[in-house]
């Protein structure tokens, strides 16, 4: 049985943040298919995840870092939805739900 990869919370808070902007700024939806296409290429083991790993946290730096990349995410659907919905047990999740949870408490 072939196990699933699935992106490290940096990766899903990247891809969650560029997802959320990308109808706003240009940039963001190349960099989202730019991410995309990686993982894509990660998952068919033509790319080590080191490598995709090492792309992710550039483009992490270069919008802040991964706690400063999901408070905007937070703010950009709480702002547009007025709620936060999504919910898991992974770290990300749980981040998100922290900063959600300040957020709609004020």
């Not at 990660?42 to 919008?63: A, F, G, H, I, R």
């Not at 995410?73 to 547009?80: A, D, E, H, P």
């Amino acid at each position: 049985m072939k196990k699933t990869k699935k992106p490290s919370p940096e990766a899903k808070a990247l891809s969650l943040y560029l997802m959320a902007y990308k109808t706003k700024d240009p940039l963001c939806k190349e960099k989202s298919k730019r991410i995309n296409r990686l993982w894509d290429l990660v998952k068919d083991n033509e790319l080590s995840n080191s490598d995709y790993m090492k792309e992710v946290q550039n483009m992490l730096t270069s919008y802040g870092g991964y706690s400063v990349v999901v408070e905007k995410t937070v703010r950009f659907y709480i702002k547009k939805t007025g709620e936060w919905k999504l919910e898991g047990d992974d770290k990300y999740c749980l981040d998100a739900k922290l900063i959600a949870d300040k957020i709609l408490n004020k």
